[in-house]
């Protein structure tokens, strides 16, 4: 079945460091990938999403590009701030046609001043 | 803008008894919304999907008779836990969207906690 692998499951960087989450999918055809971010107490909440080979999504200043060739959905932030300390989750819809999220494991992700 | 909310946002129930917890659209028409428990180790588990006009979905290790959901109209979905046992804590969450191919928003949840 569909799947979705993120291989860290904690982060820890200094302020203005450059961040790589890395999340590689499952899934036969081209599911639409995406990457939400879940603070203390609260639901995911949407960042953005990609669904054709080499679309690149962005938001907040975090971005991925949808690479069909390694099935990969990496997250990437130039210089993260203490405020992007949350779990950040990668998940494609199935491909079941039934519009359900695949989520991944989730990186806890820390920004220490 | 396109806001999902729930309630309540947390609620305490005794072994054996059931809760209800309710999930609103807001800013938009929820064509569709799916039920998640997401554990303590934040696992994410899709409990069913109900979309207007069709039958709710549920998936493997979840039933009707144990989480029977209402979605009358667009905005507008509940679910209840029957019977809640300590392996049905959990934050629960309601995500609804507009139709295919469209952003899945998420409420905050409504956590359950079963004594």
């Known amino acids: 079945g569909d799947s979705v692998t993120q291989t860290e499951g904690q982060v820890a960087l200094s302020e203005e460091d450059f961040l790589t989450i890395h999340c590689n999918y499952s899934a036969s055809g081209y599911p639409a990938l995406f990457w939400y971010v879940q603070y203390p107490g609260e639901g995911p909440q949407f960042l953005f999403r990609a669904s054709r080979d080499k679309e690149k999504g962005s938001s907040r200043g975090f971005e991925a590009t949808y690479d069909k060739g390694t099935t990969s959905f990496h997250l990437r932030k130039a210089s993260v701030q203490e405020s992007d300390s949350a779990v950040y989750y990668c998940a494609l819809e199935g491909s079941s046609g039934s519009w359900q999220l695949i989520f991944g494991s989730g990186t806890q992700l820390t920004v220490m001043p | 803008g396109a806001l999902v909310y729930q309630y309540p946002r947390r609620t305490i129930c005794k072994s054996g008894t059931s809760m209800r917890m309710e999930c609103q659209a807001v800013g938009f028409q929820a064509t569709s919304v799916a039920w998640y428990r997401q554990s303590p180790q934040k696992t994410f588990e899709l409990i069913a999907l109900?979309?207007?006009?069709?039958?709710?979905?549920?998936e493997q290790n979840f039933t009707q008779e144990k989480f029977p959901i209402s979605h009358p109209n667009l905005s507008f979905s509940s679910m209840t836990v029957l019977n809640a046992y300590l392996e049905d804590r959990g934050l629960y969450l309601c995500?609804?969207?507009?139709?295919?191919?469209?952003?899945?928003?998420f409420g905050k949840g409504t956590r359950l906690t079963v004594v």
């Open positions: 109900s979309t207007v006009n069709s039958a709710i979905k549920y």
């Open positions: 995500g609804a969207r507009q139709g295919p191919n469209t952003e899945v928003f």
